[in-house]
């Protein structure tokens, strides 16, 4: 069993100039926000392909990048089916939502719950986002101060600290803008560094793809593509019916995703965009369960570079350090990084724009100019990169890096969906009736994680589907205005045309 790898002068140095990099976009962007619409949604000009790339690198974090790898190295590869579902429901989410923001012409997504359910419903659902997000931003900034730990011995705590301030500054300084574009830098990053350990991989294991195959199907890592579904255990089935649920709250609903497609000049812009993304994910997401069996294949070749700590969420970065050209495993772990800050400037800046515009400009009696929102904005994106600070601090002593995310954002994720497919389909379903089914679907979920050996990949789909069962009948029975058409599916085409 072999010492831990250290990290070298030439690996820091990459990493630095790379945030240095980053810090200096936001400062070259700093100081052109003149109004909430600038700072929030970079104007309502960015090109779609800066928004694809700014989509994938902001929901794929280092969380995905570290975790996926760690699940396929732990359990098997069931996760393969989230990219090949990613594709399969952009048509869905694309006919569902994306008409009736372009149409409202909303800043963020849970202004339409603002129309279609009133007020309530908006400042309810907007106080969950609000909570998942941060949840998630805990995790994301966990992930790479772990790595970090992992390779150069670093404190951390020390690392969450330098990951948040990082982020936080230079997202302070340039708004939507500047997260759009140092996510597109982060996306090729993060693309090409898992490409470089896939064909890493290729060369280190004897007989390359045959041998990774080979060892991975002796071993059960590929044994996921059955119909049978055991909910204490992970397959591709399962992961292609829950996934499929949870990319509509990703891409469909969730203002991290929303804000960037509503930042491009037309509806065309937000389509192109999402179909970019979901095949995207297909490529990536099937490149890092290939790492993630590829790394297993390469450690049960050589048992001997095995050394003790080396566990699931850590194997990638011990693998970079340990074998890729010093200097390469500089720049793939600042990959990770890439993938962090990517995550984290995208959460605080749209957890900052919903309490801006479905907290502050609805509730407060005095008028502010734009110039003393953006100000607000500003100071709030300060306060919540501290808060998710502390956070993931708290998800460091969780552990698993996927499961501390289930369990924490299935919780507000499912009811907030809930609300959304309600109000979509049909005039019945109140706010009221919902706030039956939260009440029911929160504590049923939290009983479902911590009472039962059921896998985490249900948590979310549980939620939602009590959430539903709950929520429709209490409206019923509970009574309630029914809605204007026109925010249901059914009399959509009252809103003006897209464009």
């Known amino acids: 069993m072999e010492e831990a790898p250290s990290f070298s002068t030439l690996n820091y140095t990459i990493c630095f100039i790379y945030l240095a990099l980053m810090f200096s976009i936001g400062l070259w962007l700093a100081g052109k926000q003149k109004t909430t619409e600038d700072y929030f949604l970079a104007g309502r000009k960015m090109p779609w392909f800066i928004v694809a790339m700014s989509m994938f690198a902001s929901l794929t974090s280092a969380a995905s990048f570290i975790g996926l790898p760690g699940l396929a190295y732990r359990e098997n590869i069931s996760y393969i089916a989230l990219g090949i579902v990613s594709v399969l429901a952009a048509p869905f989410f694309i006919y569902l939502f994306f008409p009736f923001y372009r149409r409202l012409h909303v800043t963020t997504t849970y202004e339409y719950i603002g129309f279609r359910y009133g007020s309530p419903g908006r400042y309810a659902v907007s106080g969950l986002f609000v909570l998942l997000r941060l949840s998630w931003l805990g995790v994301v900034i966990y992930s790479p101060a772990l790595a970090l730990s992992v ?60 041998g990774i195959i080979a060892i991975a199907r002796e071993t059960d890592h590929l044994n996921v593509f059955t119909l049978k579904i055991n909910i204490f255990e992970m397959s591709a089935t399962a992961i292609a019916i829950t996934t499929f649920i949870s990319l509509f709250q990703d891409y469909g609903i969730d203002q991290v995703t929303v804000q960037r497609l509503l930042s491009t000049n037309k509806f065309s812009g937000m389509v192109k965009a999402a179909i970019f993304n979901s095949f995207t994910d297909l490529i990536v997401v099937g490149m890092l369960m290939f790492i993630g069996i590829g790394m297993f294949a390469y450690y049960v070749s050589f048992p001997a570079q095995v050394f003790e700590g080396m566990t699931g969420d850590r194997v990638l970065p011990f693998y970079i350090i340990q074998n890729l050209p010093n200097g390469v495993s500089g720049l793939l772990i600042t990959a990770i990084f890439a ?103 929160i504590p049923a979920t939290i009983w479902l994680q911590h009472g039962t050996e059921v896998h985490f990949i249900y948590y979310q789909f549980f939620c939602l589907c009590v959430n539903i069962m709950v929520t429709y009948p209490a409206s019923l029975i509970l009574g309630g205005e029914k809605a204007q058409s026109k925010y249901t599916l059914k009399g959509r085409a009252e809103l003006n045309s897209v464009d």
């Open 339 to 441: 993938a962090a800050m990517s995550s984290m400037d995208s959460g605080i800046n749209s957890v900052s724009t919903v309490i801006v515009n479905d907290f502050f400009k609805p509730l407060r009696r005095e008028s502010r100019t734009e110039n003393q929102d953006v100000k607000l904005a500003r100071m709030l994106t300060f306060v919540l990169g501290a808060i998710a600070v502390v956070v993931a601090c708290y998800i460091s002593t969780i552990g698993e890096i996927f499961k501390a995310a289930g369990t924490l954002m299935s919780l507000f994720s499912g009811p907030i969906l809930g609300l959304f497919l309600l109000g979509i389909f049909t005039r019945r379903a109140s706010f009221r009736g919902w706030v039956i089914g939260v009440v029911v679907a």
């Open 151 to 210: 390779v150069t011995g670093v404190n951390l705590y020390l690392g969450i600290l330098l990951m948040g301030v990082l982020a936080t500054t230079y997202t302070i300084l340039g708004g939507l803008a500047a997260v759009l574009w140092t996510d597109a830098i982060q996306f090729i990053l993060l693309v090409g560094g898992a490409i470089w350990i896939s064909v890493s991989l290729l060369y280190a294991v004897p007989d390359g793809w045959s």
